[in-house]
């Protein structure tokens, strides 16, 4: 079975990718420092603590292991705790994945998957945003995302590195059978925040902004079932091992549902009441955030069969109210 090391694999993608590639027969090592993610998260897999940071570490995994792909997810990931503490970010997303990225030249892995995110764009001059569109990201996380993916471009290259980046666009579900979902202290996301008001956790969700330029006044996302997410790292990776050169995908469905719009079908799909307050608008918000998922669609064979938004909210609900 080949290896697949699964950084950051105990955290909410993370583990859905260990999930999808034991299905898939590959057999996932989790490399992780727990710092966000769940040990009960990865299952059987083999889990190694620690931090991606650690050469040594890194050293020890290349030499006892032949691992066929390295699968990046291990970063902080909160944008607004990014714009009030860079070092955190620069530390962790850039020069931790720099080692890491270091060890794969040193070790020859054949192939590298990358974490990236919408956020290398910033504010939109078009949309929906394909890959071509100028990467001018507004926080120091979506920098270090940015620099990591000019780097990765250095790496090739110089060292012939076999890479593929993937810019979620909003990862939002969760697996439909197995416990693992989203979980972020302290969450920040839309749809774990509205399922947690419908299920009592919380009293209030806050809507950042509410006189945006759209129909009901609210910011517009795609949202990405975590389950489609995995998918297309599996497919990103039989593509490079097919020689594929391409190396940035969007993964979007490149369908927009505004914040009132995920809300109501919260509310549709628990059955319950959800309250709102509304707030100013946090800035670096761009009003509208759509992908052109048609690239990662045409050339991976990517299909994104979960994506729908009261699929990835049923499956949300599920995983709220079990966990
Ligand atoms: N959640 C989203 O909507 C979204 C959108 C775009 C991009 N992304 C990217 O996807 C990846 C995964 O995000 P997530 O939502 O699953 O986050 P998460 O916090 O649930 O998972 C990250 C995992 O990495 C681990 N980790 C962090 N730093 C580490 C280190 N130095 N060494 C070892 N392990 C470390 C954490 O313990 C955690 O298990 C991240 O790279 C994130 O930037 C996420």
């Known amino acids: 079975m080949q290896e697949i090391l699964v950084v950051g694999g105990a955290g909410y993608i993370g583990s859905h990718m260990v999930a999808e590639l034991q299905a898939a027969g590959y057999d996932p090592v989790v490399l992780d420092d727990l710092s966000s993610g769940r040990e009960d998260f990865v299952g059987d897999a083999e889990l190694i603590g620690g931090d991606c940071g650690d050469a040594d570490l890194l050293n020890d995994i290349f030499s ?8 990046h997810f291990a970063s902080s990931i909160q944008v607004g705790e990014s714009v009030k503490n860079p070092i955190k970010y620069y530390k962790n997303n850039l020069i931790n994945t ?24 910033g504010e939109p001059e078009y949309t929906p ?38 810019r979620y666009f909003n990862a939002a579900g969760a697996h439909p059978e197995l416990p693992i979902g989203e979980q972020h202290e302290p969450e ?14 919380r009293e209030y969700i806050e809507i950042f902004g509410s006189d945006y330029d759209n129909p ?4 517009i996302r795609d949202y990405v079932h975590v389950c489609d997410i995995a998918s297309a790292h599996l497919k990103l990776f039989d ?6 050169n391409e190396s940035v995908f969007n ?31 946090r800035e670096g918000d761009p009003a509208i955030l759509v992908a052109d998922g048609s690239k990662a669609i045409d050339q991976l ?3 994104p069969e979960y994506s729908d938004l009261q699929t990835i909210i049923e499956d949300a609900w599920k995983w709220e109210q079990n966990r």
Not at 99 to 118: C, E, G, K, M, Y
Not at 263 to 279: D, L, N, R, S
């Open 64 to 71: 006892s292991h032949k691992i066929d792909a390295v699968m």
């Open 98 to 121: 720099l080692t890491l990225l270091n060890a794969v030249v040193r070790h020859d892995v054949p192939d590298f998957i990358f974490s990236s995110s919408a956020a290398v764009y």
């Open 129 to 166: 945003v394909d890959e071509q569109h100028p990467c001018l990201p507004l926080s120091p996380y979506g920098r270090s995302k940015y620099f990591i993916e000019q780097i990765l471009q250095d790496y090739k290259k110089a060292y012939g590195l076999h890479y593929g980046s993937l």
């Open 188 to 201: 920040t996301h839309l749809i774990p925040l509205a399922l947690q008001v419908a299920s009592g956790q």
């Open 216 to 219: 009901d006044g609210t910011c």
């Open 239 to 244: 593509y490079l091992k097919g020689g594929g």
């Open 251 to 281: 993964l979007g469905v490149g369908e927009g549902y505004s914040v009132m719009e995920v809300i109501k079908m919260v509310k549709h799909v628990t059955g319950q009441e959800v309250e709102i307050h509304y707030e100013d608008r």
């Open 301 to 303: 064979g990517w299909d």
